[in-house]
């Protein structure tokens, strides 16, 4: 069922969820957009494309407490960070950072299951945006994702002063029950226009048309073996950001912090771009830059999909194309490995 | 995000899998001049958890580190559970200054373990080891012992840099020395004062000793002594396949989620760490 409501009265709209549930949408600070919770004051962004940092940290934080522990005449004691148990809402995320959370699932929710990412997942409802004004660096569309047509618990899209609104699954239908007096039926069709306006922008973009059969078919040792590694990872200043930036990296670490009170160990985000990622007292499997640049996009383009039916750990937001300093990025992989298209 | 609520509600508090049980140590023994072994129980004085032949734990101790140790004692043994660890890190630093009674965190166990109840049952099984490589097999070898009627014969082939360096020599010599059908094979680099064995590397003595094929060869020790015990058992004219070892990786949850120990489409602290040679020869070479 097709809804809309008012632009102009998208802060009604947001006042009604976050009365219910925590409501994470894009938020303007210092001129940076990123997903933050929403507050009368905050000012929404619905505008910038694309978020600096993916909505990720909403399910997979870039820092969490897993437990607490503390040492008592000798006697340790464990005390277990509580799970995420309030419901909340991501509104505005993207068709891409949507299929981003798809990936995450495949492996943060398989077993073992990991019990702090299960429950965020559980209580979250996510709500999508059509992309209106795809960039140049966007290139969803090469792994089979819709811009115009977001796979999301809710997706919505702004046309002319309306935004429309459709649930897609049960959540989303309980979500918009929640609204539902500032939500007003809709025609379907009051869409179609838009979605046809979004897919002819993204058949024109640069990226759109980059192949990917390379990756399936050609050996995985022949890839691994390419010489063309050697030539791609000179610029690599191992930095790190495209694995932060990244809506799909998923590694992390784990430490200790002390606490006056004892030790809290807590999780978060790694890179497989630092040398000390992979270093052991006897030491270190990748102790070059090229072995770690290699192993990022192998991981993405080959290993992931080889162990998730061919689904690649890539959505093609273009946040890395964006914002690597060298200007290194998975499309100039993808093209360098034979993938132009 | 920072402001997430989340963890700010009042929570149920499922155990997720990468927290810990408490550990208490029980006996440590001193094997040799940085290796030692620690015996690890319960709190309730029981054993922690049931495991297979080379599979894995996270032990920890809160503020110092948490690391992944072969379990050395036999799913066999009902009261307790053994590491034996190197001093070479921080955690092993401060593991090793620690006495019995004192507490550790251990989460497990991890990985998949030697065949030992499939491929290897009614096989001769040959184990090839080097320093402190004997701990994973110690686990498989002292199941084998306890189960003798389900295999066929046994060699163990172990060496190390000096006597002081061979761990476990006082079972070795005691037990599977003792033990009717089990062959052992002692060695050490370099002569010394009071050792009356064999003197020189594990590889060019497995070559020495020609070992027929007619068996499993499970192996674990430094990559260096891998790699020339791989090649000596190729011309001895043994095959890949009936060749294992046990691959180590750094690792941080031991669920194959961390990404840490990822090699091709493996994750060696799940999908491991026990491999077998052709199935090593199918990934990349980054271990």
């Known amino acids: 069922m097709m809804y809309k409501i008012d632009q102009a009265r998208l802060g009604e709209l947001f006042a009604a969820i976050a009365e219910k549930k925590d409501l994470f949408l894009p938020v303007k600070k210092a001129d940076q957009t990123d997903f933050a919770l929403w507050t009368k004051e905050a000012e929404v962004d619905l505008d910038t494309l694309r978020t600096v940092k993916s909505p990720k940290d909403c399910f997979f934080p870039q820092s969490e407490t897993l437990y607490n522990t503390s040492l008592e005449e000798g006697k340790l004691s464990i005390d277990a960070a509580a799970l995420c148990d309030r419901d909340f809402v991501v509104f505005g995320m993207r068709a891409c950072d949507v299929q981003a959370v798809k990936v995450l699932d495949n492996v943060f929710l398989a077993d073992p299951v990991d019990t702090y990412y299960a429950a965020r997942r559980e209580h979250a409802v996510l709500v999508a945006g059509a992309c209106h004004e795809p960039e140049e660096t966007c290139f969803c569309k090469v792994f089979g994702i819709d811009a115009a047509a977001p796979a999301a618990d809710v997706a919505t899209w702004r046309v002319g002063e309306a935004l429309y609104w459709k649930a897609l699954t049960k959540k989303g239908e309980a979500l918009s029950e929640v609204v539902k007096e500032h939500l007003t039926p809709a025609e379907e069709s009051a869409v179609e226009e838009a979605q046809t306006q979004i897919r002819s922008i993204i058949d024109k973009l640069p990226y759109s048309h980059l192949k990917l059969d390379v990756f399936k078919e050609t050996p995985m040792m022949e890839l691994f073996d390419s010489d063309r590694w050697e030539e791609m990872y000179k610029p690599c200043l191992a930095c790190g950001t495209c694995t932060f930036v990244c809506p799909t990296c998923q590694c992390y670490d784990i430490r200790d912090f002390k606490t006056k009170d004892g030790v809290q160990r807590y999780r978060c985000w790694d890179s497989c771009m630092y040398s000390d990622f992979t270093m052991m007292a006897h030491g270190n499997m990748r102790t070059s830059q090229m072995q770690r640049f290699r192993q990022r996009f192998m991981h993405k383009l080959v290993y992931y999909p080889d162990n998730y039916e061919g689904m690649f750990s890539c959505v093609g937001c273009g946040r890395c194309v964006s914002k690597c300093p060298a200007a290194l990025n998975i499309v100039k992989v993808i093209k360098t490995m034979g993938g132009e298209g | ?287």
């Not at chain 2, 992944?68 to 307790?80: A, D, E, K, L, V």
């Not at chain 2, 360096?165 to 009717?180: A, F, G, R, S, Y």
């Open chain 2, 1 to 287: 995000m920072g402001e997430c609520t989340c963890a700010t509600g009042t929570g149920n508090k499922k155990q997720d899998i990468l927290i810990p049980m408490i550990g208490v140590i029980t006996d440590i023994r001193t094997e040799t001049p940085d290796v030692k072994t620690f015996r690890v129980v319960g709190r309730d004085g029981k054993k922690l958890f049931e495991h297979m032949p080379g599979q894995c734990a996270m032990v920890s101790v809160p503020g110092v580190g948490e690391a992944m140790f072969s379990i050395t004692s036999s799913p066999t043994n009902t009261q307790f559970q053994e590491f034996s660890i190197k001093r070479c890190g921080v955690l092993t630093d401060c593991l090793h200054g620690m006495s019995p009674g004192d507490e550790v965190t251990v989460r497990g166990p991890y990985g998949n373990a030697f065949p030992v109840e499939t491929a290897l049952k009614g096989e001769n099984l040959l184990f090839i080891a080097g320093g402190i490589g004997l701990a994973p097999l110690r686990s498989v070898i002292n199941y084998v012992l306890d189960k003798r009627e389900n295999y066929g014969t046994v060699e163990i082939l172990y060496g190390s840099r000096s006597m002081e360096d061979l761990v476990q020599l006082k079972e070795i010599q005691e037990v599977w020395c003792k033990t009717e059908g089990v062959d052992v094979y002692l060695t050490i680099d370099r002569e010394q004062e009071g050792w009356n064995g064999h003197v020189g590397f594990v590889p060019s003595y497995l070559k020495e000793i020609g070992f027929s094929t007619n068996k499993t060869v499970l192996v674990c020790g430094p990559p260096i002594m891998i790699k020339f015990v791989l090649s000596g058992l190729m011309e001895m004219g043994f095959k890949r396949e009936q060749i294992y070892t046990t691959l180590e990786l750094r690792m941080k949850c031991g669920i194959g989620k961390c990404g840490r120990c990822n090699i091709g489409s493996k994750y060696v602290c799940k999908d491991g760490p026990v491999f077998r040679f052709d199935e090593i020869d199918e990934l990349p070479p980054e271990y």
